[in-house]
């Protein structure tokens, strides 16, 4: 069950924390060796985020052992807990919550046996790094010496008492990132490192164009021992070398007959087809009440086209069938999601899937991470015995990967002549942000739509605010305002295949929000800073955006020729982390953002560096993503398929960033991965208009587009 998608459940049993609600069992969460380890066994997985670091602090503080002696187990369907997908920065809030309580569990009981064994009670033993300590020095037991003894094998109780803040030694305080020492020296840690006995090597070859179909397949010779596999219009080779394989790739290419047809609106004409398309409307919230005559109105389109998640590394899988088990080697987010769409594509029993996360490249969101997994899966089918190794090129990962959606964000503002906010509208218009496996009766996986028995493609949807909400994410402006209307309008056609990247609809509308907000200040002919202060009810948010401005020196900010200074705030989903930014550009040949400054509240900070990391690698993809990032298409397929044609930031471009985490060890922990980037974009727009009086409305934040404004 995807806990983040549906939100909380409510079966009538005792509630328990997080995921650990659902997965009871508290042999599935931990395990103690005889060797003197802990293995925790989460569901989610890492990414790049830290989060498996922040995991093992949170199990070694509750269960009173140093942290070195934590395994952590990569999720397996074989007997990892069922968390779903690793996503919308949740993962602290379900996994780590869950694995807290587990681990305060299993101290209780493990601690409840050692009292009885040894007829000392047990608020007079002390936990020792795994040792339990008479008042007199004795060591009572261990985990350790009690590790067959399967006291884990039990539900988890709602008894269960996780420490107090005040008693917690390892959580708040700065941890090395477990995964990191492998990929600094390069050690064999990710699935394109995997090699297994007999294993080959495949590659995909797409068609040249949406929906195309292949008509016909000339023969002809093929370097090494390649072999074609053709199912339907999926098309793939087959090498015992991968250079082979590669080669191979290119000759079947050229060798291939497509009947092809326009299946895109075109690049030029985007805004117009949001506007076209057929659609679904809904009222996301509505508060009408009569206002005054407003002595400021402010309206304003915000158009962003589809974005790519540029993942540095192209995504790899490797699958093996044995004639009755499908194995899968995966960097999916959601190996549980994963395994049925894999069952419905190959027409199998999820039984028969055993499906094995292994590290790959980084991607806040839904890349192609899931759909070379069919592509192997399928090869695998066809070469019994053999264990395929299937990775993408960069074309296909830049072009064929599903996107974020294009979106259009329209809002109409009303303020009396002081500023103060009357009314306020906003309508949302994009495809679905949600296309990932799992979650509907057809498969979303790439391939699924190319073989023989194809499978429709199916739209992509939203998450309900529940559960964070997709296009309408953070579509609900947190400032007071007495009349509100927010409307969303859902694309019924889907030309380009849309799903999950990092902050989802959150992106475009906290940069529309927070623009506004500042063109109804400088109407009113007041300080954004104190505008935004006036109208948040919100402490936190008033906090972090106090706290960005005094660290960016706001009240004496010098404004310097062709440059400028913005700020934002928002609290992502609103009820996640919160962020404020300010961003200080320089316009010159382009927009270039030289510094950012960037407060966050994500309530008990686990790893504070990691934290930080969070934040400020949010932010320096969100000024990639806005100065630079767009999707580029003719009306047959996607022409951003190199990085000449899909420019990211480069390391040289990077701008300088200052970070304050402020403490709450008492508060609820909050996911920290997705929450500064709206900010920083939104800071960067502003600042924009700061430096050029112009407002910019369309993304990227190009000089194109910037003149398009003027």
């Not at 759909?371 to 264990?387: C, E, F, N, Q, S």
């Not at 369309?698 to 194109?704: A, D, H, L, Q």
Request: aromatic share 4%; proline share 7%.
């Amino acid at each position: 069950m995807n806990l983040a998608f549906k939100g909380p459940v409510d079966d009538g049993r005792p509630k328990l924390p997080g995921s650990l609600h659902v997965n009871r069992r508290l042999d599935r969460w931990l395990a103690f060796d005889a060797a003197g380890h802990v293995t925790i066994k989460p569901g989610k997985v890492e990414l790049g985020q830290g989060i498996l670091t922040a995991l093992a602090q949170i199990s070694a503080d509750e269960l009173d052992v140093a942290l070195h002696r934590i395994r952590v187990q990569p999720a397996t369907t074989e007997d990892s807990p069922d968390e779903a997908v690793t996503s919308g920065s949740l993962s602290v809030q379900e996994s780590g919550t869950a694995l807290r309580h587990a681990c305060a569990d299993a101290r209780r009981i493990v601690l409840s046996v050692v009292a009885q064994r040894s007829g000392v009670p047990m608020e007079d033993i002390a936990v020792r790094d795994g040792n339990f300590v008479a008042p007199d020095g004795r060591v009572l037991g261990s985990y350790w010496s009690l590790a067959d003894a399967a006291l884990l094998a039990v539900e988890a109780s709602a008894e269960a008492k996780p420490k107090p803040a005040s008693e917690r030694r390892i959580t708040g305080t700065p941890a090395p990132r477990l995964d990191l020492p492998d990929k600094v020296f390069g050690a064999p840690r990710y699935v394109h490192d995997l090699r297994l006995p007999g294993m080959m090597h495949a590659r995909v070859v797409r068609p040249p164009s949406r929906r195309a179909t292949l008509t016909a397949l000339r023969e002809g010779a093929l370097p090494g021992d390649a072999t074609v596999l053709r199912d339907g219009n999926f098309l793939a080779v087959v090498c015992a070398q991968e250079h082979h394989a590669e080669k191979a790739a290119e000759r079947v290419a050229q060798r291939a007959s497509w009947d092809e047809r326009d299946t895109l609106p075109d690049e030029t004409a985007l805004e117009s087809w949001l506007r076209s398309a057929p659609r679904d409307s809904s009222v996301v919230t509505e508060r009408s009440v009569e206002t005054a005559a407003p002595a400021h109105r402010v309206a304003g389109t915000f158009f962003r086209p589809f974005l790519a998640h540029g993942s540095i590394g192209p995504s790899c899988a490797i699958a093996r069938w044995d004639g009755a088990t499908m194995e899968i080697w995966t960097h999916s987010q959601g190996i549980y999601n994963l395994r049925t769409d894999l069952a419905k594509a190959l027409r199998m029993p999820e039984e028969a899937i055993l499906v094995r996360h292994v590290e790959g490249a980084g991607c806040y969101g839904h890349n192609g991470a899931d759909d070379v997994a069919l592509d192997a899966a399928l090869v695998a089918r066809a070469h019994p015995g053999t264990p395929i190794r299937l990775m993408w090129s960069r074309a296909e990962e830049l072009g064929w990967s599903p996107f974020s959606p294009a979106m259009l964000v329209e809002i109409e503002a009303e303020a009396d002549a002081d500023g103060t906010l009357l009314r306020w509208k906003q309508e949302i218009t994009s495809n679905g942000h949600s296309g990932r496996p799992g979650r509907g009766k057809d498969p979303t996986l790439l391939s699924a739509s190319m073989i023989a028995d194809a499978f429709p493609v199916p739209l992509s949807i939203n998450p309900g605010m529940a559960g964070g909400g997709g296009a309408q994410r953070n579509g609900v402006p947190p400032y007071r305002v007495p009349a509100l209307h927010v409307g969303m309008n859902i694309l019924q056609e889907m030309p380009i295949r849309a799903s999950a990247l990092r902050g989802l609809g959150a992106l475009v509308n906290v940069w529309a929000i927070e623009s506004t907000m500042d063109e109804i200040a400088a109407a009113a002919g007041e300080d954004p800073l104190a505008h935004r202060l006036r109208h948040l009810d919100d402490a936190r948010s008033r906090d972090v955006l106090n706290a960005a401005a005094r660290m960016a020196g706001w009240e004496t900010r010098v404004k310097r020729e062709g440059s400028g200074f913005g700020l934002a705030v928002s609290r992502y989903k609103g009820t996640g982390a919160w962020c404020a930014a300010v961003a200080e550009i320089e316009a010159a040949e382009r927009i270039v953002c030289r510094k950012l400054w960037l407060a966050a509240d994500v309530g008990e900070a686990i790893n504070p560096n990691g934290v930080a990391n969070q934040v400020e690698g949010g932010a320096i993809q969100a000024t990639s993503m806005c100065v630079m990032e767009a999707v580029r298409h003719d009306t047959r397929t996607v022409t951003s398929d190199a990085w000449e044609r899909y420019p990211v930031l480069r390391f040289s471009e990077v701008p300088a960033v200052e970070i304050e985490i402020i403490a709450r060890p008492e508060a609820p922990p909050l996911g920290a991965g997705e929450c500064s980037l709206g900010p920083t974009i939104a800071a960067i727009a502003n600042a924009i208009a700061d430096a050029l009086g112009v407002r910019v409305r369309r993304w990227p934040f190009t000089p194109e587009n910037i003149a398009k404004a003027v």
